[in-house]
């Protein structure tokens, strides 16, 4: 079913759907008081209120442009845009109750929220018409009122309905949408944890009611929204931007503050960056906002992370401000999003100016209104890189004939940019495998869905990586690695140990070490270190999937504590999961007081140890002529 303009001719073939005066008046009241009705009829009718403006006759029709039903949509006052009214509803009798009427209402629904700017639609129903009230009941409205109306034919009782639509705000991955009674579930499921609600200025929720009284009472504002993933349309987070009369942060109708959380298991998956640039926009394009404030309170370094990431300036701390629902005082922080700021910075990816020679992405550069790459022959003052005529890769690309580093073997290159930073290497390294046109398509994407590529000066979210395999899947799906530690029971301890001798093989096999490697192990003793009172074996879990096994020992009698063995499979290695793994570790045991030892000879190791605050101890041992152990700590 297709929704189209009403035409002329329709009129005639909906006249004929009206086999009775009965069905006359149940379709349209006394609009017309004759029977039987022409097309012509209707198009007299039609004629003086689409003169209007707001009159909106509508017809629906199949793939083979077939009319199928009709009805109109109308505004019932002239100097009130927020409600309109639907009559004139039928649908071809041949075709009735088998759905068609309540698709047709529903498209009916979709056209007013595309279109028009109405909240509420409303229409009439005589109760002598139950299947179409049936219809009605079906696609969302409810009854307000009754009223009594005289017909030709007698008085007839009428039902008037209504519908508020609902507003929703979408992006690549959310909904934003209003709060609804029956996500009350899903809100305590979420607002109940304590690393949600405290940190950000009120008390966990205690019960389910408690959470269905906060969307009835808290969440209630008009710019109040539950952000919502599109796969199941469930809550898992808020957002608001809180208006005039709402917030201590302004008193102006042109400014406003937003608030926002998300649930606990949803932290670091990039979800409120993107539903904040969505509010921005929202405030800035459809409210007419020109401020919008935001504040954090000390401490709540995710909430300050995300405000960084969207582009929000700092402006002012405040000693002592007041935190009501936890009966207490704190030092909050105040950050402001201008729309000069916003448009300035909210530019789409220019695709005509590509990947530069060293890999570097010129086509989301924050100096690209000025800047139009590398690649272009001829100089002129603000149209080039400022950077172009010392730049050594432009002058390797030049002289070999190439358009980046993407072209060319890097093994052995040590130029420039693309030898001293890991972003445009992982770049260049990206199109080198996938292409470049693929390049520039998860660029754009990761753009919609909230990835940065510059914040304030020249640093952005491709710039928080140190693993070159690890950036270049963040390139890849736009979403940064999210580990898991998952408690190993005794039950798993075989699987344990076939891991375990399948991720030392190499290495046994490389330094004969037969003693001492983890791969000539057996079961039993993997199984007897599992049962010492002070070891916890966690499966390193990865998109759950169980990529590596991370052994912790922490005696709690002050002693320190280690990790003994640490592993990854070797389909996931080189791709940041061990080191994922040790901050979860520390994170979870507390990040000081650790040690832990490797072999001398494996240069990975002692660059992942150092780079995450080990160093070693001075003490080294000997195993044979090819292998040593040293032994690293942090305190």
């Known amino acids: 079913m297709i929704l189209r303009d009403f035409k002329k001719e329709d009129a005639q073939i909906i006249a004929g759907w009206l086999q009775s005066e009965e069905e006359l008046y149940k379709w349209s009241a006394d609009r017309f008081n004759k029977y039987p009705l022409s097309g012509n009829d209707i198009n007299e009718n039609y004629a003086p209120q689409l003169e209007t403006r707001r009159f909106y006759p509508l017809t629906a029709v199949d793939d083979n442009g077939d009319v199928l039903g009709h009805f109109i949509i109308r505004y019932p006052r002239v100097d009130d845009d927020s409600s309109v009214r639907f009559g004139f509803v039928i649908v071809n009798p041949a075709i009735r109750g088998k759905g068609y009427g309540k698709e047709l209402l529903q498209l009916g629904i979709g056209y007013v929220k595309e279109h028009l700017s109405a909240k509420r639609i409303d229409l009439g129903v005589f109760d002598n018409n139950e299947s179409a009230r049936y219809c009605y009941e079906a696609v969302g409205f409810t009854a307000y009122a009754t009223r009594e109306c005289e017909m030709p034919i007698g008085t007839w009782k009428c039902t008037d309905m209504e519908m508020f639509i609902e507003k929703s705000l979408e992006t690549e991955r959310l909904i934003l949408r209003c709060w609804n009674e029956s996500d009350a579930e899903d809100l305590y499921k979420y607002a109940s944890d304590p690393d949600v609600g405290p940190i950000a200025g009120w008390p966990a929720h205690q019960s389910i009611e408690e959470s269905r009284d906060v969307i009835k009472n808290v969440f209630n504002g008009k710019e109040a929204y539950a952000v919502c993933l599109k796969e199941d349309g469930k809550a898992i987070g808020a957002i608001e931007l809180k208006l005039n009369g709402h917030t201590d942060m302004t008193d102006r109708d042109d400014e406003c503050e937003m608030g926002y959380w998300l649930g606990k298991p949803f932290w670091g998956q990039g979800i409120m960056p993107e539903a904040v640039k969505e509010m921005l926009r929202h405030a800035f394009e459809d409210l007419g906002m020109q401020k919008v404030w935001i504040g954090y309170y000390e401490g709540n370094a995710k909430s300050k992370r995300v405000q960084e990431k969207c582009g929000f300036k700092y402006q002012w ?141 020249i640093t952005g979210d491709y710039d928080d990586f140190d693993d070159l395999e690890e950036l270049i899947d963040f390139i890849k799906t736009g979403k940064k690695m999210c580990i898991d530690l998952k408690p190993i029971a005794r039950e798993d301890i075989e699987t344990v140990w076939k891991m375990q001798v399948e991720a030392f093989s190499d290495l046994l096999e490389k330094y004969q070490d037969y003693d001492m490697s983890p791969a000539a192990e057996d079961m039993d003793k993997v199984l007897a270190r599992f049962e010492q009172p002070w070891t916890t074996y ?52 507390g990040s000081n007081h650790w040690c832990l030892d490797t072999i001398l000879q494996e240069k990975g190791n002692l660059h992942l140890y150092e780079k995450l605050g080990y160093h070693q101890t001075g003490r080294i041992d000997r195993v044979n002529d090819h292998m040593d152990i040293v032994y690293y700590e942090k305190d």
């Open 317 to 457: 701390r405040s000693e002592n401000v007041d935190v009501p629902l936890m009966h207490e005082k704190r030092t909050g922080h105040v950050s402001l999003m201008t729309k000069e700021d916003w448009e300035t910075s909210h530019r789409t990816l220019k695709r005509e100016l590509g990947i530069a020679r060293c890999g570097l992405a010129c086509c989301l550069c924050s100096e690209n209104v000025t800047c139009k790459g590398c690649k272009r022959d001829g100089f002129m003052e603000l149209s080039w890189c400022k950077d172009a005529e010392w730049c050594e890769v432009r002058r390797c690309g030049i002289d070999k004939n190439l358009s980046g580093c993407y072209e060319c073997n890097p093994a052995e290159c040590r130029k420039g940019l693309y030898a001293e930073k890991i972003k445009p290497r992982a770049f260049a390294e990206y199109a080198r495998r996938y292409g470049l046109e693929e390049l520039l398509d998860c660029l754009e994407r990761n753009e919609r869905a909230g990835v940065v590529y510059h914040r304030e000066g």
């Open 538 to 589: 966690f499966f390193i879990m990865a998109n759950n999937e169980k990529v590596g096994v991370i052994r912790v020992v922490d005696k709690k009698d002050g002693s320190r504590k280690r990790i003994s063995p640490v592993w990854i499979m070797p389909e996931y290695r080189n791709k940041g999961y061990a080191q994922q793994a040790i901050l979860a570790a520390e994170k979870k045991y």
